[in-house]
């Protein structure tokens, strides 16, 4: 299961941090996604983390802004986003596949387990 929280109205130029609290096996063993759905677009991805931590995947419009990181010990993926612009408004979605050996993609149906999601508005 994944529990996405944090989201909340900002203005532009703020930061914001997201959480991704996963149960039932260890996010160590997992790549981890995040990806947002804006109002009338289809759900994008964001930003990725392979299994091992050591590798990270950005959408080109986050790059510099976004970044991800998780705690292990709290078995919880965070999403920091940093000088917000009108066009992160979205609601945000953490990401896992089923499967240990899956590397990571910017693909959203090769995620098999999805959380809830939390919304973020950004206003100018």
């Known amino acids: 299961q994944l529990v996405e929280s944090g989201g909340r109205a900002v203005r532009a130029g703020d930061s914001l941090e997201l959480s991704c609290v996963a149960s039932?096996?260890?996010?160590?063993?997992?790549?981890m996604g995040w990806f947002r759905q804006a109002p009338w677009k289809v759900r994008e991805f964001v930003i990725g983390i392979n299994p091992s931590g050591t590798s990270r995947d950005y959408a080109d419009s986050v790059k510099g802004r976004f970044t991800i990181s998780r705690d292990t010990a709290k078995n919880t993926v965070y999403l920091q986003m940093n000088d917000l612009v009108s066009e992160d408004t979205a609601v945000y979605f953490c990401a896992a596949p089923g499967d240990s050996s899956f590397a990571g993609s910017i693909y959203a149906g090769d995620y098999d387990y999805w959380g809830q999601g939390t919304r973020v508005t950004v206003s100018s």
């Open positions: 039932g096996r260890p996010i160590s063993d997992y790549a």
